[in-house]
């Protein structure tokens, strides 16, 4: 008799032992599945108190290997304006990108003196020319990773502004309106400055 209970005991020891990596297993697998090992994703630089004006919060990276915008912008038909954006060490992120911040990634907000025209997710974007009438403005591209936050460096964000003036159109030979004279391209922001031409770099 005492020996059926000794291997009742044996036999009740080995099915809590595999019962207890069986069940370790498959907590590991979920681990895997969830976070790549059991490890959550590593928060992408720090996030600040500052605010941009509609209210985004700046996330402070590191000026080694930070993202970085020039923004350049030239006369088109009609009155409207071209801008392209020269970015470094960053990538535009396709519409349907999940909202997490991801290093070097998102999209960029194109601002007129101060307010918000359009969300950018390419380096190219022809501006109307009713954000523009005559007169001197002041176009701003601001880098945002795909979470809404601003991306920022020294606690400034990652921005170029170029001044652009508006001249009335002066008639050509044809009698058509015609731009008198080319933008003003200027950057006043961001990390970098303008080259001997004005132009960003």
């Given at each position: 008799m005492s020996w059926r209970r000794g291997v009742l005991a044996v036999l009740a020891v080995c099915v809590l032992l595999l019962t207890g990596s069986a069940g370790c297993g498959s907590s590991g697998a979920r681990e895997q599945e969830d976070?790549?090992?059991?490890?959550?994703p590593s928060p992408v630089g720090e996030l600040l108190d500052d605010r941009d004006k509609q209210g985004h919060r700046y996330r402070e990276v590191d000026e080694k290997g930070a993202p970085d915008v020039g923004i350049e912008v030239q006369p088109a038909a009609g009155g409207a304006w071209d801008v392209r954006l020269t970015v470094r060490d960053f990538r535009f992120s396709p519409a349907g990108t999940p909202a997490r911040a991801v290093a070097g990634r998102g999209f960029a907000r194109l601002f007129v003196n101060g307010r918000p025209v359009v969300l950018l997710r390419t380096s190219?974007?022809?501006?109307?020319?009713?954000?523009?009438?005559?007169?001197?403005?002041?176009?701003?591209?601001?880098?945002?990773?795909?979470?809404?936050?601003?991306?920022?460096?020294?606690?400034k964000p990652v921005e170029s502004t170029a001044d652009i003036t508006a001249s009335e159109p002066a008639p050509d030979a044809s009698g058509s309106g015609a731009l008198s004279a080319p933008a003003t391209v200027l950057r006043t922001g961001g990390r970098g400055s303008p080259d001997d031409g004005g132009e960003a770099s």
């Open positions: 976070g790549k090992g059991g490890s959550s190219e974007y022809r501006l109307p020319a009713r954000y523009v009438p005559h007169g001197t403005h002041h176009l701003t591209a601001r880098l945002y990773a795909d979470d809404s936050t601003v991306w920022a460096v020294d606690g």
